[in-house]
């Protein structure tokens, strides 16, 4: 609950200075958006399932002390989550304009999230993990690697989005493509986290 308030909180304040700092053309651009995003969000909606479910299974075991079926049920739901988002990366990369043409009529409108869909697309398996990863902290009981690894992500969208804001021919993509990199950077130290505290909760704790 904390992360997705603190992730919720801060994502609303990223939008509000972009929103401060962007000129009219650029603010209108960036609401043609949303049919894209509610792609996005529709697209993460079984693999967000999947990972709520990891939680209570992993839990179970952490009290039983069975390290090797906390680990089993971690492998299991990162493969599944991770063939998932990559089978909707490739149904998003073949058919952008058809999706965003459920919600858009004009060419402009669908030209724009034709463009966010195929770039965030790159980033739909990292996100299938870290949804994984996140259920699993909660598991072991840790919460603030989710919560750390969330705000790493989110400064390293905010701080170069809004100098860049500031820089001539500055444009969406570039938000777009800083995004993906830091889904992939959120990727990265949550696995490291997540295999440190594994390794301290499973191969110490689950012994004594």
């Known amino acids: 609950m904390v992360q997705s308030a603190f ?27 949303w049919p894209a995003d509610a792609w996005r969000w529709v697209v993460a909606g079984p693999v967000v399932a999947l990972g709520f479910s990891v939680a209570p299974v992993a839990g179970q075991n952490v ?18 989550a991770a063939g998932t ?11 952008p304009r058809a999706l965003a043409g459920i919600f858009l009529h004009e060419d402009a409108p669908i030209q724009v999230s034709t463009d ?3 770039i965030v697309s790159w980033s739909f398996l990292a996100s299938g993990v870290i949804f994984v ?33 500031t820089r001539p021919g500055f444009s969406l993509t570039m938000i777009w493509y800083l995004t993906t990199a ?23 704790h689950l012994t004594h």
């Not at 390290?67 to 492998?75: H, I």
């Not at 790493?152 to 969208?157: E, G, N, P, Q, Y």
């Open 116 to 118: 966010y869909l195929r």
């Open 7 to 33: 992730y919720a909180f801060t994502l609303c304040w990223t939008w509000l200075l972009l929103r401060l700092k962007c000129d009219v053309a650029f603010r209108s651009a960036m609401a043609l958006l």
């Open 182 to 204: 830091s889904i992939v950077l959120q990727l990265v130290v949550s696995s490291w986290l997540l295999r440190r505290e594994l390794t301290r909760t499973l191969d110490h």
């Open 63 to 80: 009290g039983a002390k069975l390290g090797a079926r906390v680990r089993e049920a971690y492998r299991s739901a990162a493969w599944l």
């Open 133 to 165: 990863n996140s259920s699993l902290f909660q598991a072991l009981g840790r919460t603030w690697p989710s919560l750390a690894s969330s705000a790493l992500r989110l400064t390293a969208v905010l701080a170069p989005v809004l100098w860049l804001s």
């Open 85 to 95: 988002m990559v089978a909707l990366a490739v149904i998003v990369n073949v058919a």
